[in-house]
Nanobody
Framework: QVQLVESGGGLVQAGGSLRLSCTAS????????MGWFRQPPGKEREFVAAIAANRWSGSDTYYADSVKGRFTISRDNAKNTVYLQMDSLRPEDTAVYYCAAGLPPISTMTLVHAHEYDYWGQGTQVTVSS
C-alpha cells in the first residue's frame, strides 16, 4: 500500500512558477513509476508528466505536449518525493493536480494513462490568474 500526499499548490499570476511535491509512504517508492495528472474545471482528468522508476534507463521522463518545455518532473528517492516544477504558467494550467504511483505491465506500459496507476493522492489546487 502506498499513500501519496501532494503539496505546493496555490494562486499564481500568468508567467509565474510553482513547484508541486508529492511525498509517498512506504519503503518501495523507488520501484514505482510516478505520474502527475490534472483535472481542469468541468473537464476530465488528463496526463501531465511521468517519470519512470530508476531501474528503467535512469528514470525516463514523459510530458504532455501542452506542458513540454515549461514543466519538469523529477524524483528524489531518498526523500520518497516526486516533484513537478511548473514555469511560464498559463491560465489554462488551472486545475486540481494529482500525483499517482503505478507498476503497469512492461508490455503495455506508456505511463500516460490514468488506468496504469494504482495509487493516487488527494490533489492540490493550482490557480493561474491572467
Amino acid at each position: 500500500q502506498v499513500q501519496l500526499v501532494e503539496s505546493g499548490g496555490g494562486l499564481v499570476q500568468a508567467g509565474g512558477s510553482l513547484r508541486l511535491s508529492c511525498t509517498a509512504s512506504g519503503r518501495t517508492f523507488s520501484t514505482y513509476h510516478m505520474g502527475w495528472f490534472r483535472q481542469p474545471p468541468g473537464k476530465e482528468r488528463e496526463f501531465v508528466a511521468a517519470i519512470a522508476a530508476n531501474r528503467w534507463s535512469g528514470s525516463d521522463t514523459y510530458y504532455a505536449d501542452s506542458v513540454k518545455g515549461r514543466f519538469t518532473i523529477s524524483r528524489d528517492n531518498a526523500k520518497n518525493t516526486v516533484y513537478l516544477q511548473m514555469d511560464s504558467l498559463r491560465p489554462e494550467d488551472t486545475a486540481v493536480y494529482y500525483c499517482a504511483a503505478g507498476l503497469p505491465p512492461i508490455s503495455t506500459m506508456t505511463l500516460v494513462h490514468a488506468h496504469e496507476y494504482d495509487y493516487w493522492g488527494q490533489g492540490t489546487q493550482v490557480t493561474v490568474s491572467s
